[in-house]
């Protein structure tokens, strides 16, 4: 099944100490259980993403990153740190984006969200979802970390 969505162009890292200066409009997750990444299937897609997800109205990029590591993982223990802020162009509009590095230590149930699946792999798998923008999200925070 093709997917029909957008990737995010022009993608910029950068570093941001006041995330009072930009309008976020996703947070991703880059996540680790048991020393392998953390990938979900979305249930209307038949490829692999990272957790990540929009901002709902008056909330912050690290209360997005909890949330949707909860949505669509069922991640219950965990630390969580950002990692960069991002801009690109996404359907012509620029968009921000925050980065978050997730080490689970436990994992619930599975909520009843959009993601059907998750799985751990030691990299990046295929089919993506995104495949122009999550290796370069995920090689990004691999190089920092590594």
Known sequence: MASSVQPIEKIRFFVRDND?????????????FQG????????NRSTWELPAG?????????E????????????LKYTIHPIVSYEGILDGIQVFGKIFLARITELGPLPDFEISEIHF????PVPLTYPQTQPVFFNYVQSIIF
């Open 54 to 62: 929009h901002l709902e109205p008056g909330e912050t990029a690290l």
């Open 121 to 124: 792999f030691y990299g990046i």
């Open 36 to 43: 392998q990444w953390v990938w979900v299937r979305n249930k």
């Open 64 to 75: 997005a990153a909890h949330r949707e590591l909860f949505e669509e993982t069922g991640a």
């Open 20 to 32: 009072d200066l930009v309008i976020y409009n996703f947070a991703i997750i880059i996540s680790l």
